[in-house]
């Protein structure tokens, strides 16, 4: 089901209210509370991608019958029960290359500051492999321990104190890299490409 903004619970009673400024929350994975989110589009250093449609052409199907359609300046979500929902490049996306595939940066607000949330687009034969970080609240203080030494970073709590988010603050060129190399994308999911009808 697409929404603008949608709840999720963490923990026993609290609940976090979370703000899409795009709603590309057709997928499983972009309906899921994104714990790990940017103060800034990654990787740092790389520029900004201008034309989507020369990365990921045509449109692609997940197991379930969910659609992302891309065009040269939008990613357009379409849901199995016909509910679409269309973000624009420049507005609410910033797309980036890296490593042989692409960071899909997505705006986002947390306490009234956007944030991006990012994922790791890779094509590989007629396959789009989509990666992203989804963390429950014990697995979410573990990782801090980890990125402790990477990146400077700020934890957004609960009302009970119990980990919502983390903030990530890259600074130099490599610290994307290390923060992949350290698993911060610890999910993938894959969607087809929808072969044209002759």
């Avoid at 509370?33 to 990921?56: A, H, R, W, Y």
């Avoid at 969910?66 to 509910?83: C, R």
Wanted: glycine share 6%.
């Amino acid at each position: 089901m697409l929404k603008d903004s949608f709840t999720c619970s963490e923990g026993k009673s609290s609940a976090v209210k979370i703000k899409l400024s795009i709603a590309l929350t057709v997928l499983t994975f972009l309906m899921s509370c994104n714990s790990i989110v940017f103060d800034s589009p990654q990787p740092l250093g790389s520029e900004s991608v201008t034309n989507i449609s020369k990365m990921f052409p045509g449109v692609y199907i997940s197991s379930d019958s969910d659609s992302i359609s891309i065009s040269s300046s939008a990613i357009t979500l379409k849901s199995n029960n016909g509910s679409t929902v269309t973000g624009k490049l420049g507005k609410n996306i910033d797309i980036k290359e890296y490593s042989n595939g692409y960071v899909v940066n997505l705006s986002d607000s947390v306490n009234n500051r956007q944030v991006w949330v990012a994922y790791i687009f890779k094509l590989y034969n007629d396959t789009l492999w989509i990666s992203y970080s989804d963390f429950g609240t014990e697995k979410l203080m573990e990782f801090e321990n980890q990125i402790r030494t990477i990146v400077p970073y700020e934890v957004i709590r609960n009302n009970d104190g119990s980990y919502q988010r983390l903030i990530l603050k890259p600074q130099k060129l490599g610290d994307f890299e290390k923060l992949v190399n350290a698993g911060i994308f610890n999910k993938t999911v894959s969607l087809r490409m929808e072969k044209e009808k002759h």
